[in-house]
């Protein structure tokens, strides 16, 4: 395909010559995808020219019939360069053509773009990296596969080439895009259930998890994966069940995150060497921070019992710095329970290991909100991990 799409402004004679086509928008001409619309004739003699698309600053106008090389085309605007300066004209104003490349050469094109496709596919599919799958890869994929479909379509190829191509990269990509529908499905509802359960909609959830879970069933019946792909499922499918009993801090730090604090990575060690996850550690010293704050609303309907969590659970612990330190530290950290019914304090001191704590969400001071907050030497290193809310 040329470089830029060729265009015109063109009156019922031009026409008479040329079919008005459409397209898919794209910041290169040679990505473009044509095919007849059958669309009418742009209305007026004429088409505006301006610096910008806010449309303050006329640059010109080009007259009907006029033909000009374009730069960008997207769905509202057509770019072009107009008189050594940059304009845009609104692309509804303008009827067009473009020269197609030789109808082989374009098949080549497309066909080596999908089977690249194919293979990064596969690639995530080995790495179980399903994220990249729903997020970019599939969605490409499919698009992909529906631009071949419609170039094998084109007149000017053979039943020899057509039969090549579909061998190649369209029957492939196809079936590739087909065991990936179901498992894209189902990691969309997951993800939408997952904002209802944040909201309380346990029916909404239910009915979406369920859904879910349904068409990967149907869709491991007929379809073999990676081994990781399917323990990333597997894994995704537990971790939907679960959240209908507790939450984790990772699932809902956005609630619960205080700027003085780091969420954990899991590679994060205490003192004893043991990798921990699923919280928060402290960071330089401060004479006391929030470790949640828990504010009303969402969190403690008193009308709906249903709607409000019900216990908190996390481990304390002392981090790496303490590992070369031989002094007894006397209240390492101190957790302090405010807002509930007999607020109680939680210590940690060098002679312990852990500290395990229960907070039970329900023995709630009417209009309060339940804050906990983590006091003491808190520049040396506390680690707050497995963190659980129970609904």
């Known amino acids: 395909m040329n470089k830029f799409a060729k265009w015109t402004i063109s009156g019922a004679m031009a026409l008479s010559l040329v079919a008005p086509i459409t397209f898919q928008p794209s910041t290169t001409a040679s990505a473009f995808v044509w095919k007849d619309t059958g669309e009418a004739a742009p209305k007026g003699k004429f088409a505006t020219v301006y610096s910008s698309t806010s449309m303050k600053k006329k640059l010109g106008t080009i007259k009907l019939g006029t033909s000009f090389m374009t730069t960008y085309v997207g769905k509202k605007w057509t770019k072009l360069k107009y008189k050594g300066q940059t304009g845009y004209i609104l692309s509804k104003e303008l009827t067009y053509y473009a020269e197609r490349a030789n109808p082989y050469d374009s098949a080549v094109t497309i066909s080596k773009r999908l089977t690249k496709k194919i293979n990064a596919l596969k690639a ?29 379509s084109r007149e000017g190829l053979t039943k020899s080439q057509i039969a090549k191509f579909k061998k190649e990269s369209y029957n ?50 007929v379809n073999t994966y990676n081994k990781k792909f399917t323990a990333a499922v597997n894994k995704k499918m537990k971790d939907m069940e679960r959240r209908f009993s507790y939450s984790t801090f990772d699932e809902l730090a956005y609630d619960f995150s205080d700027p003085k ?24 010293y401060t004479s006391y921070t929030h470790i949640f704050n828990f504010n009303n609303g969402n969190y403690f309907n008193k009308e709906d019992d249903s709607k409000r969590f019900k216990k908190l659970t996390f481990t304390m612990t002392a981090g790496e710095y303490w590992k070369n330190k031989k002094q007894d530290v006397e209240n390492l950290a101190e957790v302090f329970v405010n807002g509930t019914v007999n607020s109680k304090m939680y210590v940690l001191d060098s002679t312990k290991k852990s500290v395990k704590v229960t907070v039970d969400l329900t023995k709630i001071h009417t209009g309060r909100a339940t804050v906990i907050y983590l006091i003491g030497s808190l520049d040396r290193d506390v680690i707050i991990s497995d963190i659980r809310v129970y609904r």
């Open 172 to 221: 492939p990509a196809e079936k590739q895009a087909n065991r990936m529908k179901k498992m894209v499905q189902a990691w969309d509802l997951y993800t939408k259930a997952a904002y209802n359960m944040i909201d309380f909609k346990y029916t909404e959830a239910r009915e979406q998890v369920d859904l879910a879970n349904k068409l990967v069933n149907e869709s491991k019946k």
């Open 124 to 152: 995530a599919e080995a790495e179980g990296d399903i994220q990249k799958i729903v997020e970019e890869l599939y969605p490409t994929l499919e698009k992909s596969v529906k631009d071949m479909k419609e170039e094998l």
């Open 261 to 284: 604090m780091i969420q954990l990575t899991g590679k994060e060690k205490d003192v004893f060497n043991k990798k921990h996850s699923n919280g928060i550690k402290s960071t330089k």
